[in-house]
């Protein structure tokens, strides 16, 4: 991470490659998430070796119900991205 191998010194100089860091850090993010969604929507699946893949699933319609009241109601049918932790996620997450 940018910020933590950064020292405070004062210097306006270092301030402002500190935020260019952070902000094209973010951007990068930005077009990271972007790509994914773009492919989502096509119906591509996106694999992320290590760490996971999202692919798109579709639920079916179903009826459920209302929590306070118990009443019976329809959900329709709807398409949602689906994550699956990879390998590697699971190991460094069940240390």
């Given at each position: 991470?940018?910020?933590?191998?950064?020292?405070?010194?004062?210097?306006?100089?270092?301030?402002?490659?500190?935020?260019?860091?952070a902000?094209?850090?973010?951007?990068?993010?930005?077009?990271?998430?972007?790509?994914?969604?773009?492919?989502?929507?096509?119906?591509?699946?996106?694999?992320?070796?290590?760490?996971?893949?999202?692919?798109?699933?579709?639920?079916?319609?179903?009826?459920?119900k209302?929590?306070?009241?118990?009443?019976?109601?329809?959900?329709?049918?709807?398409?949602?991205?689906?994550?699956?932790?990879?390998?590697?996620?699971?190991?460094a997450?069940?240390?």
């Open positions: 991470m940018v910020f933590a191998a950064c020292e405070p010194s004062g210097s306006s100089t270092a301030l402002r490659l500190l935020l260019r860091a902000l094209a850090q973010v951007r990068l993010l930005d077009a990271i998430l972007s790509t994914i969604t773009e492919a989502l929507v096509a119906g591509d699946s996106v694999a992320l070796v290590g760490f996971g893949t999202v692919k798109v699933g579709a639920l079916a319609a179903r009826t459920g209302k929590p306070a009241t118990g009443e019976a109601l329809d959900i329709a049918a709807s398409t949602v991205a689906k994550f699956t932790a990879g390998k590697a996620l699971k190991d997450v069940n240390k």
